[in-house]
Structure formats: structure tokens, C-alpha cells
T-cell receptor, first 115, second 116 residues
Framework: AQSVTQLDSQVPVFEEAPVELRCNYS??????LFWYVQYPNQGLQLLLK??????LVESINGFEAEFNKSQTSFHLRKPSVHISDTAEYFC?????????????FGKGTHLIIQP | GAVVSQHPSWVICKSGTSVKIECRSL??????MFWYRQFPKQSLMLMAT?????????EQGVEKDKFLINHASLTLSTLTVTSAHPEDSSFYIC????????????FGEGSWLTVV
């Protein structure tokens, strides 16, 4: 079985400040790791993913996440946030067992950007 | 990039009726699709795994006779909520696995179901 823990249900930050959204996972097998973003009244969009290779992965809008196997973490960071980053962020894992499993999601972190 | 289309985006139905939601992979073939449900202010919960040409695999606690899943082709899976009740009102979202890109999973935009 696998699980995902997002410790912070809500993170308020000021515009242009840095932010880190925490994600820890547990799994008995190797996993793929994902961050999805859900803007108000919209579906999920893939933000970034770690499949293999470099442990630091980046998105096109300035977010990055680093896979830390020893700490079983995949925290999401951005050095300077914008009002448009206000959204719900979900961390998710998918086991490598032949691709037969669906994603396991964390409970989500609501990022609130204050002007 | 890969696109998953979900239809309808919004649907309101009367209690006791059935409603069908479609999930299509537009530019790739998906042997596996997934259906999730999201209640307000909660995370997504996997309902079932839809396998092309075979029966869906349901998660514990999900009634297979109530949530009918059909995956008749490599690009289409449907979820039918039968005899819907107000407690079935939720956000339903599908996803499809793209084997071409390391099994990355792409999501549809979701369907808001309101049962009145």
C-alpha cells in the first residue's frame, strides 16, 4: 500500500515571497511522483513529475520539486509566487508495479497568495 | 501534449435517474483509465480502474452496480451513475495513462454532478 501526506492544508504567503508545499509519501515499492494543480472551478492539471533521472524537476511556470528518497519527500517550491498561483495543489504517487495502479493523492494544500 | 477530454462538464439530474459521463483520450491510446471522485474540500478518491476490453476494478466501498464503467475502446471510458441520489452529487474526474511518456497520467477537466 502507498500513502501521501500533505501536512499543510492551507498555506498563506505574500506575493513575490517564496513558498514550499510539503509532501511525504510511503510505499513498499518504487514510485513515480507528481504534483497536480487545481485552479478554482477547474480540473486537475499536471504541474510536474518525477519518473527517473535527476531528482530536481521543474515546471514551466517556475515551480520545482526535489525527490528525496531517504526522506521520502517530494516538496514543491517556488522562489517568488504570483497572485495567479492561488490554487489547490495535490501531491500524488503511482507505484511502478506494471502501471496497473491509479494515483494515490494527498489531501491537498490550498495556496493563498496575499497582495 | 496528451489531452483527456471529459463530457459533460456540468450535469444536473433528478434523483432516481441515471447519468453517463464520458472520458476520452484525444491523442493517445489508453488501455487503462481511472475514475476519481472529489467531495468538496476533500482530496480525490480513486473509485475504479477501467481496463479496455475487460471488467473494471473497483476500490473497496465503491458499488459496482451503481457506478457502471465501460471501456469499450482504447480512447473511451464511460461512467454511468445509476439511480442517482443527492449524496452522489460530487466532482467526478477521469484520467488516462499514456504509456508513451513513462506512464504519465493525464486528467480530464472533470464533471460536476448535482442530483436534485
Amino acid at each position: 500500500a502507498q500513502s501521501v501526506t500533505q501536512l499543510d492544508s492551507q498555506v498563506p504567503v505574500f506575493e513575490e515571497a517564496p513558498v514550499e508545499l510539503r509532501c511525504n509519501y510511503s510505499s513498499s515499492v518504487s514510485v513515480y511522483l507528481f504534483w497536480y494543480v487545481q485552479y478554482p472551478n477547474q480540473g486537475l492539471q499536471l504541474l510536474l513529475k518525477y519518473l527517473s533521472g535527476s531528482t530536481l524537476v521543474e515546471s514551466i511556470n517556475g515551480f520545482e520539486a526535489e525527490f528525496n528518497k531517504s526522506q521520502t519527500s517530494f516538496h514543491l517550491r517556488k522562489p517568488s509566487v504570483h497572485i495567479s498561483d492561488t490554487a489547490e495543489y495535490f501531491c500524488a504517487v503511482n507505484s511502478l508495479r506494471g502501471g496497473a495502479d491509479g494515483l494515490t493523492f494527498g489531501k491537498g494544500t490550498h495556496l493563498i497568495i496575499q497582495p | 501534449g496528451a489531452v483527456v477530454s471529459q463530457h459533460p462538464s456540468w450535469v444536473i439530474c433528478k434523483s432516481g435517474t441515471s447519468v453517463k459521463i464520458e472520458c476520452r483520450s484525444l491523442d493517445f491510446q489508453a488501455t487503462t483509465m481511472f475514475w476519481y471522485r472529489q467531495f468538496p474540500k476533500q482530496s480525490l478518491m480513486l473509485m475504479a480502474t477501467s481496463n479496455e476490453g475487460s471488467k473494471a476494478t473497483y476500490e473497496q466501498g465503491v458499488e459496482k452496480d451503481k457506478f457502471l464503467i465501460n471501456h469499450a475502446s482504447l480512447t473511451l471510458s464511460t461512467l454511468t451513475v445509476t439511480s442517482a441520489h443527492p449524496e452522489d452529487s460530487s466532482f467526478y474526474i477521469c484520467s488516462a495513462r499514456d504509456a508513451r511518456s513513462g506512464n504519465t497520467i493525464y486528467f480530464g477537466e472533470g464533471s460536476w454532478l448535482t442530483v436534485v
